[in-house]
């Protein structure tokens, strides 16, 4: 393998976080059902995920804290799943104030589609990490949990 500059590997980095911003809504698509598909984000399929994982009720506030997000990103998202008629929404029982979200049959397909895409992604970049050797991905995976770090704060 070349030498690479820092400023190389820097503009490099720099050029795969703009390419995973802007990837089209298309490579992310959710199949809803054999005929259907819909452009669902990273986020509202985490939230699809995240309704399935927690314990009921799973309101607006446990999907806001589970995924470092506002309140009002998540009802943003929760909105069109709603509307995409993937999620219901219903007051909790004990505080009408309070909505609780649930999995609709399509939502349920749509998580399990999902984890088919993830489980996929995961062979791809499997396949990508055999290309190297133990030494390389060591210092691959060393680059990846810094630049982690650096985007989260």
Request: some cysteine; hydrophobic content about 40%.
């Amino acid at each position: 393998m070349a030498k690479i500059s820092t400023k190389a590997l820097a503009t490099q980095t720099s050029d795969l976080i703009n390419t995973l911003q802007h990837l089209p809504q298309s490579s992310q698509s959710t199949s809803l059902s054999q005929t259907d598909a819909v452009a669902l984000s990273r986020t509202q399929r985490h939230l699809l995920h995240l309704v399935e994982q927690l314990t009921p009720p799973v309101t607006n506030h446990d999907l806001s804290t589970a995924l470092n997000i506002s309140r009002p990103a998540v009802t943003k998202a929760t909105a069109k799943l709603i509307k995409l008629q993937l999620l219901t929404s219903q007051p909790v029982a004990n505080d009408h104030r309070i909505i609780q979200f649930c999995l609709t049959p399509s939502g349920q397909n749509a998580v399990k589609d999902g984890q088919a895409i993830e489980r996929q992604q995961l062979n791809q970049l499997e396949t990508l990490a055999n290309h190297f050797d133990k030494k390389q991905r060591k210092l691959i995976a060393t680059y990846l949990a810094a630049l982690n770090q650096l985007l989260q704060g």
